[in-house]
Every structure is written in structure tokens, then in C-alpha cells.
């Protein structure tokens, strides 16, 4: 069986393009920002979360205020789900795509393109090499990955 994470060094990463990201047509310009950034996709879906895929997939969030608007919102469509590879994957993924709030977000940046506002960001990107094991594991079998 193929290892979805070949090392724990930080070459590979997790993202979601996001249903509002999706809705507004922006999955090419996304995925192209993304590779011309040297990321490798070494897994990919398309696919919609269901309701209980969301609250496990958000479930360090549970106790937030926005956690029943972001279950709804992560549902409400279509997502694009990645597995990404470059040296030094989740920080440099993290850059590329912009604070978390598009309005503090860089030039440049995904977020700060593509993305609407705090809770409708366009795209997820794990926020250490741990989670991203734990996500990219929670959306893909071993088959799955190359
Ligand atoms: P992300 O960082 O990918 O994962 C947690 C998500 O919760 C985040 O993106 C936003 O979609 C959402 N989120 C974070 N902060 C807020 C907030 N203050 N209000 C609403 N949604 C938020």
C-alpha cells in the first residue's frame, strides 16, 4: 500500500477549494496559482462533504460562535480536495494563500483574490505538518495518492 505521507519533513500538504471558490468558477485559476507556486498534486477529488464530514473535518472548531455557519457553508456545494508536495509544504502553502481573512491578506495571494470574506476564504490550508497528515488522511486512501 502506498503511504499517503511518505515523510513527516514537511513536504506535503493539505487543501480544500472551497464551495464559494467553486461556485464562482474559480478551480483553474486556483490550481493553476498553485502549481505555477511549485506545488506538486499528488492527490485529487472533487467531491461534496456531507454534514458529518464537516463537523469531524472542523471539529477543533466546535466551540466557535461560526461553527454551525461553517458546517453549512462547507456543505452547501461541491469542493476540490488536494494533497500538495514541495519542500516545505505547509508554510509555504500558508503564504501563498493568504491570511485568513482576505481584508489582512497579501497582494497577491489567493485569499486576497479569490476569497469573499472570513468565513467564505476559497481555499483551506493545513496549519502544521500534523494536521496535514490528519486531513489529507481524513479525504484519501493510500490508493488514492501518488
Ligand atoms: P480555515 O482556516 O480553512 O478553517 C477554519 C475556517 O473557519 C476558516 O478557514 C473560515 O472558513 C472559518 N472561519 C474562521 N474564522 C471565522 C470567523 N471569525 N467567522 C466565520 N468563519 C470563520
Request: net charge neutral; hydrophobic share 40%; aromatic share 10%.
Amino acid at each position: 500500500m502506498r503511504k499517503i505521507f511518505k515523510t513527516m519533513t514537511g513536504n506535503r500538504t493539505f487543501t480544500m477549494i472551497k464551495p464559494d471558490a467553486v461556485e464562482k468558477g474559480y478551480i483553474g485559476a486556483i490550481l493553476e496559482k498553485i502549481t505555477g507556486a511549485g506545488f506538486k498534486i499528488v492527490a485529487m477529488k472533487y467531491t461534496q462533504l456531507s454534514r458529518r464530514d464537516a463537523e469531524t473535518f472542523y471539529a477543533i472548531h466546535k466551540e466557535r460562535p461560526f461553527f454551525g455557519d461553517l458546517v453549512e457553508f462547507m456543505t452547501r456545494g461541491p469542493i476540490v480536495a488536494a494533497i500538495l508536495e514541495k519542500d516545505n509544504a505547509v508554510e509555504d502553502f500558508r503564504a501563498l494563500i493568504g491570511a485568513t481573512n482576505p481584508e489582512q491578506a497579501a497582494e497577491g495571494t489567493i485569499r486576497k483574490l479569490y476569497a469573499a470574506n472570513v468565513a467564505e476564504n476559497a481555499v483551506h490550508g493545513s496549519d502544521s505538518d500534523a494536521n496535514a497528515v490528519i486531513e489529507g488522511t481524513f479525504h484519501f486512501s493510500g490508493r488514492e495518492v501518488f
